[in-house]
């Protein structure tokens, strides 16, 4: 979701700007644990059901410091990474391949409609059987996950280049060879880039879906082990470091995005005064 | 010399072959690989098992069985969502303190992948449909808040202006100009959403168990009983597919006036 539409708070004199406003945007969240807080103490609600919020931080910082927590999420956020990558190298090739050379298009193409819409965690019993419980299978689903969305996106972006820019280019005397990586990957970065963030939002729940089928070694493995041993204030604890990573990994995502487009704006605007 | 509708015909023929037959290469790889022995059969059985073993489970009834229980779970989780989704992102887009609180929250909670909360919604609600249902609801109604809020903050604003002048109520506002006016969105929403809520319904399944196609599959891999493994796995594949297009459908016979959207 983007930030712009909480810019004009009504709400808000002017003069508060800057971090201020966004301490006040944030207040929301600090309030609903507030009530978390004052609901469990004040026992309205049970504590066996729902630990106070302060038991899940000092859960989640005894983790940190003490417990496994570190090695958990490190293999988890590993595996999502490395597969969220090779599925972006994987997923710009193709795509552009499939955009670029009718051939490939016409056989992958059906492919991937076909299977782009088959739940990729269905894929986890089957790789388990090929190639075991661990790394190998979460990886795997991981990439065959993101792989679709940055495909598409890039196959998209890269065939709706306008083709002024390629006779452009071509009239500049750009050769084939180098059309690809000068003109249409660069045109189509904003659209494999929304692609991108998809995939990234994906790989988190393929990987720890993956993990609560079956795993040795992973955060999603961590909450279902805590749950069934009845320490909820941990398996909060740990559904609450997976909610702030995702969170995290999307916000640097959108940064980057805004650093890597800084002229895909400006250039949308001039053709709209043009 | 052919009619225009039988070369149009053989257009769609053609346009149908080619579509096919990546999918037939595939198929016929698949059975070479297999009849060559180059693997075993535990690991991958021959198409002709795997299609045995689909019309054995189709007359036991249990594919259809395991579907409607997947369904279920899937669609009730999707109408909570949607309902929750479109009241709140409408509240959102009208009332400016509503949108105050809940952006944040949103923003926050959406990347989230909602499958962790499994163990906690088993806690709450127990390990039958109702659990899973909820877990379907929480992930799909982020995606539904946000195409709601996005089609009902966009409405033109001569709509409301023109609808406000003639003295139409803030209550008749929404149910007459802006729901309407967000009907296209709203439905897109649910589009986007459908195959998140049966992927999440599936994983669920797959995660806690108790019935449905993703507990089948498992359980089937469990027992190395690998024909049945692809059996379920098609069997995702096609409702996410015909499901896909039947909303298609949907939206077309339900949004008639809206020409922009048409699809196909």
Request: charge should be positive; glycine fraction near 8%; hydrophobic fraction near 55%.
């Amino acid at each position: 979701m983007n930030t712009s539409f909480a810019a004009n708070l009504p709400l808000l004199p002017a003069w508060v700007n800057g971090r201020a406003r966004r301490l006040i945007r944030a207040l929301p969240i600090a309030m609903l644990l507030v009530l978390w807080e004052v609901l469990v103490v004040s026992g309205l609600i049970d504590r066996t059901f729902l630990p106070p919020a302060h038991a899940v931080i000092l859960a989640f910082w005894d983790m940190l410091v003490h417990g496994e927590l570190l090695a958990h999420l490190w293999a988890t956020v590993f595996t999502a990474f490395v597969g969220l990558g090779v599925a972006v190298v994987l997923g710009v090739f193709l795509g552009a391949l499939m955009a670029t050379n009718r051939w490939v298009n016409g056989l992958v193409g059906p492919l991937v409609a076909t299977t782009y819409s088959l739940p990729k965690t269905s894929l986890v019993p089957l790789f388990i059987l090929w190639f075991g419980i661990g790394d190998v299978t979460n990886g795997l689903t991981v990439v065959l996950g993101c792989l679709l969305p940055i495909l598409v996106s890039t196959h998209h972006g890269v065939s709706s280049v306008p083709a002024v820019l390629v006779w452009s280019a071509r009239a500049m005397g750009t050769p084939q060879y180098a059309m690809l990586r000068r003109v249409l990957l660069p045109a189509a970065t904003a659209s494999i880039l929304s692609g991108v963030r998809i995939a990234l939002g994906y790989c988190f729940v393929l990987v720890i879906s993956a993990e609560m089928i079956a795993t040795k070694l992973g955060i999603g493995k961590l909450i279902f082990l805590y749950g069934e041993n009845g320490a909820y204030a941990y398996m909060l604890g740990g559904i609450l470091a997976v909610v702030v990573i995702a969170f995290v990994a999307d916000r640097s995502l959108v940064m980057i995005t805004r650093r890597l487009l800084y002229w895909h704006d400006s250039m949308e605007l001039r053709g709209a005064h043009a | 010399m052919p009619s225009r509708a039988m070369t149009e015909l053989m257009g769609v023929a053609q346009r149908c072959l080619l579509f096919v037959a990546p999918l037939l290469l595939l198929l016929a790889a698949w059975q070479v690989t297999t009849s060559m022995g180059y693997v075993r059969p535990l690991f991958l059985p021959p198409p002709g098992s795997v299609a045995e073993q689909f019309l054995a489970l189709l007359q036991a009834g249990e594919i259809l069985e395991q579907l409607a229980i997947s369904l279920y779970r899937a669609f009730a989780g999707l109408a909570i969502a949607t309902a929750v989704g479109v009241a709140t992102g409408l509240m959102m887009a009208r009332i400016s303190w509503v949108n105050w609180i809940c952006d944040p929250l949103i923003s926050f909670v959406y990347p989230a992948p909602k499958i962790v909360f499994i163990p906690l919604f088993i806690l709450y609600f127990g390990m039958d449909h109702l659990s899973k249902i909820l877990l379907v609801a929480l992930t799909c109604v982020f995606p539904m808040i946000i195409a709601t809020h996005q089609g009902a903050s966009t409405v033109s604003r001569t709509l409301v202006w023109s609808a406000e002048s003639m003295g139409t109520s803030e209550r008749r506002l929404l149910s007459r100009v802006i729901l309407p006016a967000s009907m296209p969105a709203i439905l897109t929403g649910v589009r986007i959403t459908m195959p998140a809520a049966l992927i999440t319904a599936f994983t669920c399944e797959m995660v806690a168990g108790g019935g449905g196609l993703g507990a089948a599959l498992v359980f089937a891999q469990r027992f190395f009983e690998t024909p049945t493994v692809f059996v379920y796995i098609l069997v995702m594949l096609m409702t996410g597919l015909v499901l896909d297009l039947a909303l298609l459908r949907l939206r077309n016979v339900l949004l008639p006036w809206h020409e922009q959207d048409k699809e196909l």
